[in-house]
């Protein structure tokens, strides 16, 4: 019997893939909604990062003037957290044990400055640069949205402590924080007024400018990085610009009610 004779049965669709499963397209609209998601936890991780910026206003602050060696003990409360929810949490919960880790670090380096070396601020960017080293190599590592946490804040600090050296507050620091309780309202609301005039205004505008520019162009840059890194540069932009609020809030305070600043 020739070759050509063979008849092959007809082709059965049921039959085509064995060992897999065939390609599927996306239903309509699935991308819109993945990006729709994607952008929500983003948001809402932002959210949770300026939360952590602004929570020593609030606890750290007043807790370290009165105890400052518990405060720095607090820290492994945080750090321990923070690593337990990085390695056992889901991924919302993840991402936040990432944050409390590179929160960690700025805790505890404020608890050492304001606990024992407020009055002499140029030590105040030394501290908190203390674990500068070992931020640098996480950002390589899966503790990248520690690290752009911790260096976003080490940043903050940095741009604000040139603009107090620059309008000349922090020749009056000293006497602010060694002042009697009673008398540091009004001696912060008399530096807090030397600010007011042309060359301090338009500095501190400039600064807020600019910080909010680098915040802004990191916004852009997380929306066109692949998305394991979209969360670091998320995370920086919103401490960033937490920061720049919190400033302006303290200075607004010690304008108008400096024993409410959290400064003193």
């Known amino acids: 019997m020739s070759s050509g004779s063979i008849k092959k049965p007809p082709l059965d669709s049921t039959n085509l893939v064995r060992e897999g499963k065939p390609h599927q397209p996306l239903p309509e609209g699935a991308y819109g909604q993945d990006l729709t998601i994607r952008m929500a936890n983003l948001r809402q991780l932002q959210w949770w990062a300026s939360a952590l910026v602004v929570l020593p206003v609030f606890i750290q602050a007043p807790w370290v003037r009165v105890h400052p060696l518990s405060a720095c003990f607090f820290t492994a409360g945080i750090l321990g957290l923070g690593l337990y929810l990085a390695q056992r949490g889901s991924d919302e919960w993840s991402e936040g044990g990432e944050l ?75 006497a602010v924080v060694e002042a009697p309780l009673n008398e540091a309202p009004i001696v912060l609301n008399t530096t807090a007024k030397q600010l007011l005039h042309p060359q301090p205004v338009v500095a501190l505008v400039s600064a807020a400018l600019l910080i909010g520019f680098m915040a802004q162009t990191m916004q852009i840059k997380g929306n066109n990085v692949p998305s394991s890194a979209q969360n670091a540069w998320a995370v920086a932009s919103s401490v960033l610009v937490t920061t720049v609020v919190i400033d302006g809030l303290f200075l607004i305070a010690a304008l108008i009610a400096p024993s409410l600043s959290g400064l003193i």
């Not at 050492?112 to 203390?130: C, I």
């Not at 752009?148 to 603009?163: E, R």
Request: glycine share 6%.
């Open 100 to 174: 409390l880790v590179g929160m960690s670090a700025s805790w505890l380096a404020g608890c050492v400055f304001w606990g024992w070396l407020r009055a002499q601020p140029v030590w105040h960017l030394p501290v908190e640069s203390f674990a500068l080293p070992l931020a640098l190599v996480a950002l390589n590592s899966r503790w990248r949205v520690s690290s752009s946490f911790y260096l976003a804040s080490l940043l903050g600090t940095a741009c604000t402590d040139l603009m107090m050296k620059i309008t000349g507050v922090m020749d009056q620091w000293p």
